[in-house]
């Protein structure tokens, strides 16, 4: 069946420019992921939604980063005013249910490059 | 603050050897353990989890994980490795709604 998706693949952004990062979760799936993956480092979280709640916003760097689910399955990312540090790759996972003892299912990334 | 600690970046083995790969967490609170695995070129995923129970949890292909509570450790274990092991795995704990995860573990299995 179809897992998660996130596009795009990769983003080239000039320092400065905002950029959408977008993830299709697993049809169904009530909890919502997204992590900061940065170059030889573990998954950091960011953000997580339960349907088009979003309950915990606590890992978002800066105001410059802010994430949306308005109808409780497609989620963006968004970054405004991109910085080199913002470098990254951007996971999306999504769970079936609320429990963190749920298996989380991860997209493919975009690998974000801010140049 | 919680954290995890995984202690080798890089591990070489050949085939057929035993594996341990070692993740120590600090986190004062209710457990809750994973590793996940990401194959070359493919997502992240599950390779087993811990939250109750069986200290010893058997996952997917033929791995385990031991919690030992009083050495706040959740090693990964194979008894045997194959090439197609070859990956990245990651220890994570879980805190309410978050994984914190550790750096993880490049591991390359020789033919």
């Known amino acids: 069946g179809a897992g998660v998706s996130q596009s795009p693949r990769y983003k080239v952004a000039k320092r400065g420019q905002d950029v959408a990062l977008r993830c299709d979760p697993i049809?169904?799936?009530?909890?919502l992921f997204w992590y900061q993956q940065a170059l030889g480092q573990g998954p950091e979280f960011l953000t997580y939604f339960q349907n088009e709640a979003q309950l915990d916003k606590s890992g978002l760097p800066s105001d410059r980063f802010f994430a949306e689910r308005p109808e409780g399955s497609v989620s963006t990312l968004k970054i405004q005013r991109t910085q080199q540090e913002d470098s990254a790759v951007y996971l999306c996972?999504?769970?079936?249910?609320?429990?963190?003892?749920?298996?989380?299912?991860f997209g493919p990334g975009t690998r974000l490059t801010v140049t | 603050a919680q954290s995890v600690s995984q202690h080798n970046h890089h591990v070489i083995l050949s085939e057929a050897a035993s594996l341990e790969l070692g993740c120590n967490y600090s986190y004062g609170g209710t457990v809750n353990l994973f590793w996940y695995v990401q194959y070359p070129g493919q997502h992240l995923q599950l390779l087993l989890k811990y939250f109750s129970g069986d200290p010893l949890v058997k996952g997917i292909k033929g791995f385990e994980a031991e919690f030992i509570k009083s050495k706040f450790s959740f090693n990964l274990r194979k008894p045997s490795v194959q090439w197609s092991d070859t990956a990245e795995y990651f220890c994570a704990v879980g805190s309410n709604y978050q994984l914190i995860w550790g750096a993880g573990t490049k591991l390359i299995i020789k033919p």
């Open positions: 049809s169904g799936h009530v909890s």
């Open positions: 996972a999504s769970s079936l249910e609320r429990a963190i003892t749920d298996e989380q299912y």
